[in-house]
């Protein structure tokens, strides 16, 4: 089922696929996640809808398996024509030197999937600081 497309992403678009993704994984998972979403829909096509929930899937899937995080922030909002999105954790964090980007398969994925929408991506990260990742995207 990872390969295929929410049907809430398609029916209802990204906004309340986030959240339904975020209510699931705390049904199944002692996390607590929380979402926040300004933005205008209409601003984000299909493709960039696609490449942020998956982004975002990733993201929650390191902070639980990898971080073993129990809170999990996303804050996606739009500002001077470009989206900027938050995923943070209270994870045992990344050490970024020893971290290899081009192993990683999840954050090689992430980088990917930025790069296709002509945006750009940071981590910041500390040893028991959690991760942060900050993703910027232009808007149409």
Known sequence: ??????A???????????????????KTAEIHIEVMLKFDENQLDAKIRSN??????????NAIQHGRSDEILIDYKAENNFLKCIIKDNGIGVDLKKLDTNKSLGFRNMKARVEAMSGDITLNSTLRNGLEILITVPLN
């Open 8 to 26: 809430e992403l398609v029916d209802y678009g990204l906004k309340v696929a986030l959240l339904s993704l975020s209510e699931q994984i705390e």
């Open 52 to 61: 942020l929930y998956r982004i975002t899937q990733e993201a929650i899937k």
């Open 1 to 6: 089922a990872y390969t295929l497309m929410p």
